[in-house]
């Protein structure tokens, strides 16, 4: 068929007068605004959602430690978290959509790597430092809490290697969950755009 899919692509990226380009944007555009409205959805409710778990985060913490130090950490964490996490979603609205179809779906996924990176990143070094927060916040403590027990029964040596084993517990259990977090809610969203993209590739190369 003359004017099959595949051939009314293959005019709009080799002829730049043909006047199949708008059919050619406007079926590019409707799969990408539809993968991008999901996935700035799913951002939207993942980044909110934020803030009702740490609430609950900050205050589970305060209860089992009774530090205000270690609650007002757990806040400090929490809520720079869901600032960072705003801006990259911003970030993400202000990326050039002057250009073609293509270049910005070759943005959105360069920008999807570079977050992923940024919070594999924040999983690996920023949890760890939060647990030795609470750790040397408790042993700092004068009051009597499950962990200061611990401390006492495991004795100097064995506090150290407690308190290591737990920080590499933390940034490997944090890697982990947002990995896996990531996969679940963003997962088919990208798939789709790198299938938009290799669809492109293809029919630019053919």
């Not at 999901?38 to 959602?49: C, E, H």
């Amino acid at each position: 068929m003359e004017k099959s899919i595949e051939t009314i692509w293959k005019k709009g990226f080799f002829n730049e007068a043909s006047v199949d380009i708008p059919k050619v944007n406007n079926l590019y555009n409707r799969k990408s605004i539809h993968v991008m409205d999901k996935l700035l959805r799913t951002l939207q409710i993942d980044l909110w959602s934020l803030l009702p778990v740490t609430a609950l985060v900050t205050g589970w913490l305060f209860y089992l430690s009774g530090s205000v130090w270690i609650g007002a950490g757990s806040l400090m964490f929490c809520i720079a978290l869901f600032l960072v996490g705003k801006s990259k979603v911003d970030q993400l609205r202000r990326l050039d959509k002057s250009g073609s179809c293509f270049q910005y779906l070759r943005s959105v996924k360069s920008w999807i790597k570079q977050t992923i990176s940024y919070y594999t990143k924040v999983m690996a070094f920023g949890a760890p430092m939060f647990t030795v927060f609470v750790h040397l916040t408790m042993l700092s403590l004068p009051t009597d809490n499950s962990l200061t027990g611990t401390y006492e029964r495991l004795g100097t040596n064995g506090t150290i290697w407690f308190i290591a084993l737990t920080t590499v517990a933390t940034a490997a259990i944090g890697v982990i969950v947002y990995r896996l977090s990531f996969k679940v809610l963003y997962g088919p969203s990208l798939k789709k755009i790198e299938g938009l993209i290799a669809d492109m590739e293809e029919l630019r190369a053919a």
